[in-house]
Nanobody, 121 residues
Framework: QVQLVESGGGLVQAGGSLRLSCAASGTIASIDGMGWYRQAPGKQRELVADITRGGSANYADSVKGRFTISRDNAKNTVYLQMNSLKPEDTAVYYC???????????????WGQGAQVTVSS
């Protein structure tokens, strides 16, 4: 089994920064795409950013220029650096892995437990 463990959420004032980390553990040979989603109260879960194994990143328009996604393939870890935070960024942030290879088989769609990010005005 593969588990995703997130860390780095918290409370910050508007304009501040936070860094989220998500480490995948288990019998892992390779991970394809990794990403971050968020869900605010009363809203649907939305993509924040994702990144391919080769490092190509994609961002939601609402976070472009403020957030940076990166990954360390050797550590099976993905990061989200969040700068210039706004109150509307307040949400639970979820790490996501789309495909993991364990041995010769691929398994799809893993989620972290969620990390609360609260931005005060």
């Amino acid at each position: 089994q593969v588990q995703l463990v997130e860390s780095g959420g918290g409370l910050v004032q508007a304009g501040g920064s936070l860094r989220l980390s998500c480490a995948a553990s288990g019998t892992i040979a390779s991970i394809d795409g990794m990403g971050w989603y968020r869900q605010a109260p009363g809203k649907q879960r939305e993509l924040v950013a994702d990144i391919t194994r080769g490092g190509s990143a994609n961002y939601a328009d609402s976070v472009k220029g403020r957030f940076t996604i990166s990954r360390d393939n050797a550590k099976n870890t993905v990061y989200l650096q969040m700068n210039s935070l706004k109150p509307e960024d307040t949400a639970v942030y979820y790490c996501h892995v789309d495909r993991v290879r364990t041995g010769v088989r691929w398994y799809s769609d893993y989620w972290g437990q969620g990390a609360q990010v609260t931005v005060s005005s």
